[in-house]
């Protein structure tokens, strides 16, 4: 909980606005009707590309709070047409590759996971994406030498990350279900 910009009381609401530092805390309370509007246009858009449970969308961390970054992760997700998946591998590589996890002892992941995601595609409906945004710049090569044993996974490194807060967007695609659609440079 943070202090509210309306009334200076921490209590549970939002950031509102562009920029992580530039963002105005508001509570459930004092949210103008403007801001309500975007958050249930926001949560309707979500259909379809997000999990919902009694609370209403599950956002994953940075949307939980932030309504800007609500909106980019939206925008990502139709431009790549995915929709969040979910696994208990921890890397996820093995979920991506073959579409589940049969190790018992899945623990290793690479130095670059951070705000690490996964995604099917809307069009397969099968695991396309792993998606990490580190704070850190990460060599292609470093992520490639991480998937060397997957030879159905690509990976691709960019500035596109719909966290934001400086981060970098580290891809790594199962080709075969990945829909056609914008790809990064390699």
């Keep these: 909980m943070y202090d509210c910009e309306g009334c200076g009381r921490a209590r549970q609401g939002l950031f509102f606005g562009f920029g992580m530092k530039e963002a105005e805390w508001w509570c459930w309370r004092c949210q103008s009707a403007d801001q ?14 997000l999990n919902r449970d009694v609370d209403g969308v599950d956002w994953p961390y940075g949307p939980n709070i932030y309504v800007q970054v609500r909106a980019d992760l939206l925008d990502w997700a139709d431009l790549y047409d995915l929709k969040i998946g ?18 018992r002892e899945c623990l290793d992941k690479p130095e670059f996971y951070d705000h690490t995601t996964t995604w099917l595609s809307r069009t397969t409906g099968r695991p396309a994406l792993v998606f990490n945004q580190p704070y850190r710049q990460v060599d292609t090569a470093e992520v490639w030498q991480s998937i060397s044993e997957y030879p159905s996974l690509t990976a691709e490194v960019g500035p596109e990350s719909w966290y934001g807060a400086g981060t970098n967007g580290v891809y790594i695609w199962n080709e075969g279900n990945r829909s056609e659609t914008v790809r990064l440079p390699r």
């Design 36 to 49: 309500k509007e975007l958050i249930s246009f926001l949560d309707d858009r979500a259909r379809g590309v």
């Design 86 to 103: 979910s696994t208990r591998c921890s890397s996820g590589l093995h979920w991506l590759d073959k579409g589940r996890c049969a190790k």
